[in-house]
């Protein structure tokens, strides 16, 4: 093991990933982070290429992702909860969104205190095309798996992102 990947180890090899309390991280586990931070790198890249381009902030964009990926329209609450930003730090970011014309604010139900808020859809086409060049990457890469490999790939995601998503879970 190279020094690298013992401070890695020490980082969080302990926590995550290891057999028993003490025991060495799974090398598997290490090329895994090792992929999952320069993965993280490239999106960030871009993300804070995009929230240049658009007079945004980089946690404009996370609050646009979650708009856009939300199963359930959004609330400035709900949104709140999920980036884990104060109740003014979501307005100021909820103002800026709005005023780029990123979103708008609908008040949908008999409580015209609720306010939902959408993804425009001139907006969406915007990030389409800014991000056009991933969707290409993406399948690309895609072509080069079996439908198989590939539903693998989606179920650790999708469990990884549950773990990460589960709030405090990694705050021990």
Excluded: K, W
């Excluded at 104060?86 to 103002?95: I, P, Y």
């Excluded at 205190?113 to 095309?129: C, E, N």
């Excluded at 690309?140 to 539903?151: I, N, Q, Y």
């Amino acid at each position: 093991m190279d020094s690298r990947q013992a401070d890695e180890g020490r980082a969080g090899g302990d926590r995550v990933g290891s057999r028993s309390e003490g025991a060495a991280p799974h090398p598997d586990l290490l090329a895994l982070a090792v992929q999952l931070r320069r993965l993280n790198g490239e999106v960030n890249r871009l993300v804070h290429g995009f929230a240049a381009d658009q007079g945004l902030h980089p946690t404009d964009v996370q609050a646009l992702s979650a708009i856009l990926d939300s199963p359930v329209p959004l609330t400035p609450s709900l949104l709140r909860q999920h980036l884990g930003l104060t109740s003014g730090a979501v307005s100021a970011c909820v103002d800026r969104l709005e005023r780029a014309g990123h979103i708008t604010r609908v008040r949908e139900s008999a409580d015209r205190r609720v306010v939902h808020l959408h993804y425009v859809p001139g907006a969406q086409a915007r990030a389409r095309s800014y991000f056009g060049p991933l969707a290409s990457a993406t399948e690309r890469v895609r072509r080069g798996f079996s439908d198989g490999e590939l539903a693998v790939v989606l179920r650790f995601l999708d469990h990884l992102n549950e773990e990460l998503g589960e709030p405090g879970r990694l705050r021990t």
